[in-house]
């Protein structure tokens, strides 16, 4: 029971470049997150999923995308990434009136 | 707009000591969590408040919820070196986040 597994863990990409975050749920969640956590700003959304098929923006979604094709899976993109989008990156899923599970974060650099 | 301000955020306080952090929101949310996170970790749930009046307790940590005041707070009783984290608080079901308050607990 693996909970809530985001891949990669790091990752360095330069300016212009395009990668995809994964967020894998066991958990059964009908609710997916997407935050960025930089210094200084706590959590900041950039989108969520209120369950398959279905997404929605954000705080700060400029410069991403999401899929969630599968109810276990949600998938950010960075298409050109750029020095701004360099942060911690959390998942999380949920369920109504229950707290969050967050996975471990994804640290990533944009030189 | 919607926001979520915590205070203070920063706190560095010593071990035996008693203090509140307090969130104020601007919606009308009557569900508020508390989290904690340690350094360089994720986050993990201390809290679930939802209704107005509402009061949790965890050891040396006491959460309240006052919907009318759009307040919360979360207080520290005889604080220990483990306490030492930031804590957040966030309203509309994890929509929207503080900016944490980073406790620093020392002997």
Same mark, same amino acid.
């Given at each position: 029971n693996a909970g809530v597994t985001q891949t990669p863990k790091f990752r360095v990409l330069k300016t212009g470049q395009s990668m995809t975050l994964l967020c894998a749920q066991d958990?059964?969640?009908e609710y997916m997150y997407w935050y960025r956590q930089d210094p200084g700003m706590g959590l900041r959304l950039i989108h969520y999923s209120v369950g398959e098929g279905t997404t929605a923006k954000g705080e700060v979604p400029d410069g991403y995308n999401v899929s969630r094709? =599968? =109810?276990q899976n949600f998938l950010l993109g960075l298409e050109s990434a750029a020095p701004s989008q360099t942060s911690v990156y959390f998942c999380a899923t949920g369920i109504v009136n229950s707290p969050l599970h967050f996975g471990n974060g994804t640290r990533l650099t944009v030189t | 707009e919607l926001k979520v301000e915590q205070n203070p955020l920063f706190l560095s306080m010593q071990e035996g000591k008693n203090y509140t952090i307090y969130c104020n929101y601007s919606?009308? $949310? *009557?569900r508020l969590y508390w989290y904690r996170q340690d350094p360089g970790k994720s986050l993990e749930s201390l809290f679930v408040l939802l209704s107005n009046g509402a009061v949790k307790q965890e050891g040396r940590l006491m959460a309240s919820l006052d919907t009318k005041a759009r307040l919360s707070t979360l207080h520290i009783t @005889? @604080?220990?070196? *483990?306490? $030492?984290a930031t804590y957040f608080c966030a309203v509309d079901g994890g929509l929207i986040f503080g900016t944490g308050t980073r406790l620093q607990v020392f002997p």
């Open positions: 958990m059964n969640h094709l =599968k =109810k | 919606t009308t $949310s *009557d @005889a @604080a220990v070196h *483990d306490l $030492s």
